[in-house]
């Protein structure tokens, strides 16, 4: 419903209506008396007096009410109008001698305004007797009794118009409801058979302004018993106390704004009488009643009018409620199926989107994405990748809500256009600034009835007073085929929505904490590490030099007085500090294989391959190797970390080697996400189930006389592998030779870096 309400640059709060109440203009049935109390001296009174009391206005400012009204009743007065609240004084029935024993009865009502000033309202009392209280109760009764066999928003309304039909007499009496967007629509009427229906029909905001809606709030009965009749002015205008002009907020008398007595002019309608409905201290919609002629309505009936529409009304609101109960159980559900998926996923968004009930299911829409750290995971209908990324930036310089949603997106944002049929709705929750739950709905194209062309809903005239807004003159039906717009989101949706919002809120942030206490605890066990390498290169090769130097200075100083024995006791100890020498070593290798150290750059595999080899060199004449390999792909990686890595396997399968000359392939294929390179040979192999026990660190399956060296060359290699965010893993049996495999992921550890740390660095960034 487009509406352009500033179609004539005119804004409507800048106008007359801002000051209704202050009108200071009476409808002409009845009288207005300012009273000052405790006297109860007149202030200021309505200009009509001459025609009912025969005294001039002039002359009444003078009198208390006591001149004006029967004395004994007026003392009675006094002392119920000192009480704190009014309202069970009304209506008093009030005696007045016109011209010698002629008497007029009124329905006396009281309130007191916004200023603190006590009014008397009279208006000529129809009846001589207040209605009891038992015939309010049996009009309630009976409607409510109608209202046991009903279900539905529709035959509620129906039956609030029949009854008050039923009971006032009106041409027309609908009930009119307003919507979000402060447009309305009659959504039940009742009517004399040759009236034409207003059922259906939508009416603009600008018929029934804010300032008046805001005034329907705390007046909640409003009749204009002749549409036709000529305003009174009070006398004087200005109240003589406070220097300003009355607040008429809560009287019954107030004559309506010129612009809407044209509008029931055109309408053709001559008396009307509205009950304001309130939910949740909001006007909710109006009871409308109209009559082609002239008709008033006793303060009695009107209050039972009011009682009626009240009770109903009430009733009403708590079946809405509990039609609403049930789907907001089911989504309730939904809900917390939703948090345990996440909690018991790794990745809470496949918690929200793997199983049924998924996030489609919170909200009733068509398609949901989860936005996160540069990557949206989408399920259902929705937009493509690169529209959602545009939306996203639109929400993030556009929405600071913890929700937003909208059942026409493209009027808000154009480019949404292109996409309709997906995402005519959106409701969105933000997660941190740039992260958001986004769901979406399609268009539904909808006829929209109006009565009377809502984009001419009024005429804008420059007076010598000023701007005068006028109503349209016709009200014939005009048809609106409105686009661009989804079925709407239900209130238990959007909170459902802002507590799914909490959910996430908390797993993410313990997902986070948790990642933030692995990455302490890596950081810790890694320094621990280089402190140990420290102290082994330092600390430990100091006494171990010592020891050296001492054993190599007994062995050539007692060179010819020590026995064979010492010699060979002397040879052992040298053995035992190489070999400890050794093993530093390599822990000291092994230790410098960490991410910090390392740098990832584009690396032909050949090359380390070939390094490897020249440092082989000798070992390979030696044992007559014969080494071969694919051909090898450039891979994302660190070149030293390639070579030792070459070196020690191919190092390895020289040393482990059959009878046979050693044969050894380096092969190479490519796989879905990365690389696959292996390293056969034809040597002595190895037992199946010591496949997993070669890889740990100082784990040997021989002796060192039949195969020299520390146990670390493995635990290296997975190491290095396992820094490139690979596997590495053998294949063999015994007597068949091995073939160690490695797989290196396409980007490395670059890519690794995007999905994780970036991840939680940007969660609430
Ligand atoms: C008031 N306009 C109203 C009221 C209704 C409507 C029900 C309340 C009347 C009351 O309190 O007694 C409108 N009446 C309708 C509609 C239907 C109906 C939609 O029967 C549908 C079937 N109205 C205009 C324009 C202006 C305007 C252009 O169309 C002025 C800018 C003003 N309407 C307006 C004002 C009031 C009003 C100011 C308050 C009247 C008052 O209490 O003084």
Redesign the pocket.
């Known amino acids: 419903m487009d509406i352009d309400l500033q179609v004539q640059n005119i804004n409507?709060a800048d106008?007359e209506?801002q000051t209704?109440h202050l009108s200071g203009q009476i409808q002409p049935h009845g009288v207005i008396f300012v009273l000052e109390e405790p006297e109860l001296k007149i202030l200021q009174v309505s200009k009509n007096t001459s025609t009912v009391f025969g005294i001039t206005p002039e002359n009444m400012v003078q009198k208390t009410l006591e001149d004006i009204l029967d004395s004994f009743q007026v003392e009675k007065l006094k002392a119920a109008v000192a009480e704190e609240n009014q309202d069970f004084l009304n209506p008093t029935k009030l005696w007045a001698r016109k011209k010698g024993d002629e008497f007029i009865v009124f329905d006396g009502i009281f309130h007191r305004n916004p200023d603190g000033f006590l009014i008397l309202e009279l208006e000529p009392a129809i009846s001589q007797e207040n209605i009891p209280f038992l015939s309010f109760y049996h009009l309630a009764r009976a409607s409510i009794n109608q209202l046991e066999t009903t279900s539905n928003l529709k035959e509620f309304c129906q039956i609030i118009v029949n009854e008050v039909r039923k009971v006032t007499g009106f041409d027309r009496v609908?009930l009119?409801k307003f919507d979000e967007d402060g447009h309305?629509a009659?959504i039940a009427e009742e009517k004399n058979e040759n009236l034409e229906s207003?059922l259906g029909l939508h009416?603009p905001e600008?018929?029934?302004?804010k300032v008046?809606r805001k005034?329907?709030s705390s007046n909640w009965i409003?009749l204009?018993p002749d549409a036709k009749s000529q305003p009174i002015q009070l006398f004087p205008a200005i109240n003589p106390v406070s220097q300003n002009p009355l607040d008429l907020t809560f009287s019954i008398l107030r004559s309506?704004?010129p612009?809407?007595i044209e509008?029931l002019h055109n309408?053709g309608v001559g008396a009307?009488l509205?009950i304001s409905l309130i939910k949740d201290q909001k006007l909710w919609g109006?009871i409308?009643c109209?009559h082609q002629t002239p008709k008033y309505v006793s303060y009695e009936l009107r209050k039972a009018c009011e009682f009626l529409g009240r009770v109903i009304f009430s009733e009403l609101s708590t079946r809405e409620e509990t039609a609403d109960y049930d789907y907001r159980m089911k989504l309730t559900y939904v809900q917390s199926m939703l948090i345990e998926y996440m909690s018991q996923a790794d990745n809470f968004i496949e918690g929200l989107v793997k199983h049924k009930p998924n996030l489609l299911d919170l909200t009733s829409a068509q398609g949901a994405a989860v936005c996160f750290g540069n990557h949206c995971t989408v399920v259902g209908e929705t937009p493509k990748q690169e529209d959602i990324n545009f939306l996203l930036q639109w929400l993030q310089n556009n929405v600071s809500e913890e929700v937003f949603y909208t059942d026409s997106l493209a009027l808000i944002y154009g480019d949404a256009e292109r996409f309709k049929n997906v995402a005519s709705g959106l409701l969105a929750i933000p997660i941190s600034k740039k992260n958001y739950v986004l769901w979406f709905r399609p268009e539904v194209i909808q006829t929209v009835n109006w009565?009377g062309n809502p984009n001419q809903?009024?005429e804008a005239n420059q007076t010598e007073a000023g701007l005068r807004?006028s109503?349209r003159k016709s009200f014939e039906l005009w048809k609106e085929t409105v686009r661009l717009k989804s079925l709407p989101w239900k209130t238990v949706e959007v909170k459902a929505a802002l507590e799914l919002r909490k959910a996430i809120i908390n797993i993410v942030l313990r997902q986070a904490d948790e990642l933030a206490q692995l990455a302490h605890d890596l950081e810790r066990s890694n320094a621990e590490l280089k402190k140990f390498a420290y102290v082994a290169s330092h600390d430990l090769q100091e006494p171990l030099n010592q020891v050296a130097n001492y054993v190599q200075l007994l062995e050539m100083r007692y060179q010819n007085q020590l026995d064979e024995d010492a010699n060979e006791f002397i040879t052992f100890a040298v053995e035992g500090v190489s070999l400890m020498q050794t093993l530093i070593d390599d822990v000291l290798a092994y230790s410098r294989v960490d991410m910090q150290g390392i740098e990832f750059e584009l690396t032909e595999v050949e090359k380390p391959l070939n390094q490897a080899l020249a440092n082989l060199r000798t070992r390979i004449s030696e044992s007559g190797a014969v080494i071969t390999h694919d051909p090898l792909p450039t891979v994302l990686a660190d070149n030293t970390q390639l070579m030792q890595l070459f070196l020690n396997l191919i190092g390895n399968a020289i040393k482990f080697r059959s009878e046979k000359a050693p044969e050894i392939h380096v092969g190479a294929s490519r796989q879905e996400d990365g690389w696959l390179l292996s390293v056969r040979d034809n040597g002595i192999g190895i037992e199946p189930q010591f496949g997993d026990r070669i890889f740990v660190i100082f784990q040997r399956l021989h002796t060192r006389d039949e195969y020299p060296g520390t146990g670390m060359g493995l635990a290296i290699c997975k190491k290095i592998v396992e820094c490139h965010r690979g596997r590495i893993w053998v294949e063999s049996k015994l007597g068949q030779g091995a073939t160690f495999y490695m797989t290196i992921p396409l980007g490395g550890r670059e890519r690794e870096r995007r999905n994780g740390r970036k991840t939680k660095n940007n969660l609430f960034g």
Do not use: E, K, N, W
């Not at 600008?206 to 302004?209: A, G, K, L, M, Q």
């Open positions: 409507f106008l209506q209704i609908m009119y309305g009659v207003y009416y600008s018929d029934i302004p008046a005034l329907f409003r204009i309506a704004s612009c809407h509008y309408m009307s509205t109006l409308a109209h009565g809903a009024f807004l109503p």
